[in-house]
């Protein structure tokens, strides 16, 4: 069963997304600048995975009484490890969303709304490929080999690049933006956009956005080829996925001022990667059980986690 998704699933899911960000927006201090203690980020972490495991348990009670118990449970832990990998390469993000705030001496009480409308701009990024990527996958399986590929030079990449910082100034989108819109030299608090003697123009916060989203975009071409490793079903890489962006901006201030403590997290990750990619390329010999995916990929990222707090122990 390669589709469970009814359009009445589907309806639910998307207006239950659509109702957080209302809520996130206009009543849980969305539009209020301030900033976010770890307090607050660690109880909004909690509430997502909380969340995310509350749907797997009613998507897996729902097909266990439509379908039966063996597929209840097969999609349950398809659903359960796309979004523990999807959770970790968002960490990734994080590194980068740290760069480019500090990049740009972005104060931590504006931070906040940048990070709402870059989730709100992912989402919409994500759910294009990853139907596209479902019906690609669907009609030309063999596409399945290419994400492989891919996976594993991207992992192979970042094992190589791990230690490099990027540079920003060099980043042809920011150029781009610069050359072709009207930026003030100074900021404007939360504002993306000003009025200056009757003319529009861009805050340096607006270009911070911009850096965010292409952000979102490239690694949401490293991270749905992933999940496609572990199910094709549309409907489970949308909702893991979905749910590990909606965490992303809480994981991001929850671990701001930590960061630095988990530098080989990195390593792990690409080693994810290319763990991915290569159960890819070996599918039509040998099938990796998605149990044993879900125990490699756990034991990668709990390693590098261990081994970046013992490497850093004692730091301030």
């Given at each position: ?191 993306f956009r000003v009025m200056k003697d009757g003319v529009s123009w861009f805050t340096p916060l607006f270009l911070v956005l911009i850096l ?105």
């Amino acid at each position: 069963m390669n589709d469970i998704g009814e359009p009445w699933m589907w309806g639910v899911f998307i207006a239950f997304v659509l109702v957080m960000l209302a809520l996130d927006l206009f009543v849980f201090g969305g539009r209020k600048a301030h900033r976010v203690s770890v307090r607050e980020a660690a109880a909004w972490s909690f509430a997502w995975l909380s969340l995310a495991l509350l749907f797997n348990g009613l998507l897996w009670w729902y097909l266990k009484g439509t379908v039966g118990e063996a597929v209840a449970d097969a999609k349950a832990l398809e659903f359960f490890t796309g979004y523990l990998i999807e959770k970790s390469l968002s960490v990734d993000n994080v590194f980068v969303f740290l760069l480019i705030f500090g990049a740009f001496h972005v104060a931590p009480e504006y931070q906040r709304r940048v990070l709402v409308y870059g989730v709100l701009g992912a989402i919409i990024m994500r759910a294009v490929m990853i139907l596209a990527g479902a019906w690609v996958v669907r009609e030309f399986s063999w596409v399945l080999y290419l994400f492989g590929v891919f996976l594993v030079v991207t992992g192979l990449r970042m094992l190589v690049m791990a230690e490099q910082t990027p540079d920003l100034e060099q980043n042809p989108v920011l150029k781009f933006a610069r050359r072709h819109l009207r930026i003030t030299a100074e900021g404007h608090g939360e504002k993306f956009r000003v009025m200056k003697d009757g003319v529009s123009w861009f805050t340096p916060l607006f270009l911070v956005l911009i850096l965010i989203e292409v952000t979102d975009l490239v690694f949401a071409v490293d991270s749905i080829p992933a999940i496609f490793a572990i199910t094709t079903d549309p409907f489970i890489v949308f909702t893991s996925n979905i749910f590990a962006i909606m965490g992303l901006r809480a994981l991001y201030f929850l671990l701001a001022d930590v960061a630095d403590r988990f530098h080989l997290l990195k390593y792990g990750l690409a080693m994810v990667l290319t763990f991915i990619g290569s159960k890819m390329l070996i599918a039509p010999w040998y099938h990796i059980p998605v149990q044993a995916s879900l125990a490699v990929v756990a034991v990668l990222i709990g390693a590098s986690v261990v081994a970046s707090l013992i490497s850093t122990r004692g730091r301030k």
